[in-house]
């Protein structure tokens, strides 16, 4: 038999861990704790904000479709979707975030020369305002499970 070579290991240094000064510390639970109650104290306005979203998210859309598609118009889309994709959760509306996220997928400029049939982005903009007007926040609600099962 030949004799093997032995095997060296290489760590490569943690830059990452050197930049921000060595591991990162705890999380301070009462910090957490505060920021939770401040939530909770704002979560009244919850109903009224996510209606504010969705008149900014259909104004887009309409923008969308009276320009007939186009680069600007597609990234405002995006940007409103994107926008109630991270912000619907928070407001007690997680499925609204799903299909906010499908439609960021569909209007990303990731794949600039897929354009997606307009019926098919009015259709999620529908969705979401479906879910905000009978408020159907979670997989819970009778209609919300078609959405959590995908």
């Known amino acids: 038999m030949s004799k093997q070579k032995p095997i060296e ?18 999380l301070d639970q009462r910090a957490i704790a505060r920021a939770e109650a401040e939530l909770e104290k704002m979560s009244g306005q919850f109903d009224e904000w996510i209606r504010d979203e969705l008149q900014n998210l259909t104004s887009a859309r309409d923008a969308f479709m009276k320009a007939g598609g186009g680069e600007q118009a597609t990234a405002d889309l995006h940007r409103r979707a994107h ?11 997680p499925l609204i975030g799903r299909v906010c996220n499908t439609l ?26 479906a879910m905000v007007s009978g408020k159907i926040k979670g997989g819970d609600h009778r209609w919300g499970r078609c959405w959590s099962a995908s």
Do not use: F, W
């Open 9 to 26: 290991i290489i760590n490569p240094p943690n830059m990452l861990k050197a930049k921000i000064g060595g591991p990162m510390p705890a």
């Open 83 to 93: 926008d109630l994709k991270g912000l619907a959760p928070t407001y007690g509306y």
């Open 104 to 129: 960021c997928k569909l209007t990303s400029d990731e794949t600039p020369n897929i354009r997606p049939p307009a019926a098919l982005l009015q259709a999620h903009v529908d969705a979401v305002r």
